[in-house]
């Protein structure tokens, strides 16, 4: 539709841009549609004659801003139109650009700085981008500076118009800090965005969006709006920014990949101490000794003058410590941390702080301190310099030794496994750990030490009071195998043709599922922890399956014969009973593939249960695979199975279900290639079924409705025997 409009009568694009803004404005398709009308039109068809000839953007630009529903769809305070609004602002990027600076005003600020919430949803990354567009122009916009958002923005703009222009009415640094919400600010200390990078004005015409994220504010914004009211001209109340958690964030933004924001966030600081010298508050002297700390410790960039990258986990140690010190929470690992930090005249940042002191502490509240040093490992994991960081004083193995002790209690465990799971997130440190510290063959003798307290070497241990991680350890698991598949990194390790996931490795991982399943099979219940760590065992093993088929040039892990019995013993014991994970039971059973010593009847034995749960789940789509499987284990022993009583009767079984099963889309193909795949299984138990050589391997791959009669009749002979 877009392709033709190059040749229709531009006052017919004009009434269609007309009857989008006046009927449908409230109808995200709608905008979406306008939005390509405006992007193909004006930006991508490079035919200017045509362009001359349309309507102005700028005249666009006021139907829209003019529109009755723009009010209320852009302010959208209850949520109502969040895909709407996001389809409004994706159109508005789009056309300002095309808009002379005529178009553009400093009154626009008035809804877009209302409508903007300074986070990092896709919404307001747009309306960044739109707010950088106007500064581009020179647009001035000096008068609304300090840039307030959200509703405080709007009454900020309505107190403005009441006041006299005579009088300083200009928000403060405390009207900017009422528009924190301190729920999101702490996300946003604990998982700062240390990836988002603050580009240069004259760049800002390149959108270059983030990971969308609607619970942490967007840091190259805040700190464009303190930065300047942190000025040495400018009154600061240093307990209040202390106490609201913006000097905590300062701390966080020094680790920052990006040099811009540590540039920022550095000069923040300095203009915050330069101002607390002179000023009077409690937490006055521990706070400057902190920030003396960080200056001497970090290294300058001669450059641009900011800090080096801190690792997340020093300043994760700095947010726990000043947020401590500006909500007065002067608990007993204030006190230790303090002590640490006055003895100390420097913070060394190329280690873990009081590591350890606090893990191997003897203080009567030893397990208040090793559960802090757990947790802030944990918080602090974010990239390969965490991990190589905390493996300076060696903390993966120390943490693994004393998961196994007699030592270690509930909380430290689960604190550990959690450290385990984010360092996971990082495939650089899932390579080092796999490959050089043997952390999946620590997986499996924990697994086992779980029900058995002589491994714990302890006998003396009440195994009902050890809280069980099957669960925890599975979730662990599954995310090492999210980060190294979704990670192509190709290595030659141990020639095994398979990339970063070697063989060694899948094998690996499909034995420490088969143990968690070995341990929960006697509690499966059907409504318990134990249930959901066998499914995410068993969906796991169906992923490293589906892994397997798509990479066709990688040695392939099979199970054997007494695994696939113990899946089927699951099954058969009504253990497992929910319809997913029958459905990767069965995709996981393909792993198996019959040897020499394996009778026939358990061969058969084993399809005929396949087939059994693929019917059972019924997902036709699947069908192939199966029936390619079937093939394969046939092929061998095919003389054996000639005219076989037990996989005829399946074999007619799987043909009715594919006969009666409903067409969806691309459901022809898929019910072709299942019948094609079906019957060369077929002519290899029963060849005398087949009375010449065009039933079988035709090379179309599309059933037509007289083969489809033929096949039919086959079967029915096939039946009849």
């Known amino acids: 539709m877009l392709c033709t409009l190059l040749t229709i009568n531009t006052d017919l694009v004009l009434i269609v841009l007309w009857l989008c803004c006046r009927s449908g404005f409230t109808n995200e398709a709608v905008l979406d549609i306008l939005d390509e009308m405006i992007f193909f039109l004006y930006e991508k068809s490079g035919n200017k004659k045509l362009v001359k ?131 999101i600010l702490m996300s946003t200390l604990t998982e700062f965005p240390i990836r988002r990078r603050m580009i240069a004005l004259e760049s800002a015409t390149d959108f270059e969006e983030f990971v969308s994220s609607t619970t942490r504010y967007d840091p190259i914004y805040l700190l464009s709006v303190l930065e300047p009211l942190l000025d040495e001209d400018e009154y600061v109340d240093c307990h209040l920014l202390l106490k609201s958690g913006i000097v905590t964030f300062f701390f966080a933004a020094l680790s920052s990949h990006c040099i811009n924001v540590r540039s920022s966030a550095s000069k923040c600081l300095v203009f915050y101490w330069q101002h607390a010298q002179a000023a009077r508050f409690s937490e006055k002297n521990l706070l400057l000794n902190v920030m003396e700390m960080v200056f001497q410790s970090s290294k300058v960039d001669s450059y641009s003058g900011s800090l080096h990258k801190l690792s997340s986990v020093i300043t994760s140690f700095l947010v726990f410590y000043v947020n401590t010190l500006g909500q007065k929470n002067y608990e007993h690992m204030f006190k230790v941390l303090s002590n640490f930090l006055v003895v100390k005249p420097t913070l060394d940042v190329e280690n873990v702080p009081e590591f350890y002191t606090t893990f191997y502490s003897s203080a009567m509240e030893y397990k208040s301190e090793r559960s802090w040093i757990l947790s802030l490992i944990a918080a602090g994991m974010r990239d390969m310099g965490d991990f190589h960081l905390i493996e300076r004083r060696q903390v993966t193995s120390i943490l693994m030794c004393f998961y196994e002790s007699p030592l270690s209690d509930n909380t430290s465990r689960t604190l550990i496994l959690e450290v385990l799971e984010k360092i996971f997130h990082i495939s650089g440190a899932v390579y080092e750990l796999c490959n050089k510290q043997g952390i999946l063959v620590w997986f499996a003798n924990v697994i086992r030490q779980q029900g058995n307290a002589e491994l714990i070497h302890d006998n003396k241990l009440n195994l009902s009071k050890r809280k069980d991680c099957s669960l925890h350890i599975a979730c662990v698991l599954q995310v090492l195998w999210q980060t190294i ?46 249930d959901e760590a066998a499914s995410l065992a068993i969906q796991l093993m169906s992923d490293i399956l589906k892994y397997q088929r798509l990479s066709s040039d990688i040695s392939h892990v099979n199970i054997n014969a007494e695994e696939i019995n113990f899946l089927k013993q699951l099954v058969v014991s009504k253990k497992v009973d929910e319809t997913t994970t029958l459905g990767n039971l069965a995709q996981v059973a393909h792993f198996w593939k ?48 000639s005219n076989n009583r037990v996989l005829l009767p399946t074999l007619v079984n799987i043909y009715h279900f594919l006969h009666n099963s409903e067409v969806k889309t691309n459901g022809i193909q898929i019910k072709s290639d299942c019948l094609l795949a079906l019957r060369d299984v077929a002519h290899l138990i029963s060849p005398s079924s087949f009375s010449n050589k065009e039933d079988v391997k035709t090379p179309t791959t599309q059933l037509d409705e007289a083969k489809m009669e033929k096949l039919h009749f086959i079967f029915s002979r096939i039946s009849e025997c």
């Open 53 to 183: 000839n349309l309507i102005s953007p700028g005249i666009i630009y006021e139907m829209i801003k003019s529109h009755s529903q723009f009010p209320r769809i852009s302010l959208d305070e209850e949520s109502q139109f969040s895909g709407t609004k996001c389809s409004l602002f994706e159109l508005l990027h789009h056309l300002l650009p095309c808009c002379d600076d005529e178009a553009l005003k400093s009154e626009d600020f008035n809804f877009i700085l209302p409508a903007y919430q300074a986070t990092l949803s896709h919404t307001d990354q747009i309306i960044y981008q739109i707010m950088q567009l106007y500064l581009v122009r020179d647009v001035d916009v000096s008068k609304l500076k300090p840039f307030l958002w959200g509703r405080t923005a709007l009454e900020s703009m309505r107190t403005r118009k009441l006041v006299s222009n005579t009088l300083n009415n200009s928000p403060g640094l405390d009207q900017l800090i009422s528009c924190i919400d301190p729920d």
């Open 485 to 530: 598949s979704q990670k192509n990194i190709s290595t030659t390790e141990d020639n095994s043709g398979g990339g970063f996931i070697s063989r060694r490795i899948r094998s690996q991982l499909i034995g420490l599922c088969f143990d968690i399943l070995k341990h929960c099979q006697p509690r499966l219940t059907g409504s318990c922890e134990f």
């Open 594 to 641: 019959a040897t020499k010593f394996d009778e026939v009847d358990m061969v058969v034995e084993m399809m005929v249960w396949v087939v059994e749960l693929k019917l059972q789940v019924e997902v036709s789509q699947s069908f192939v695979t199966t029936l390619k499987w079937m093939e394969n284990l046939i092929q061998p022993i095919a003389s054996q199975l």
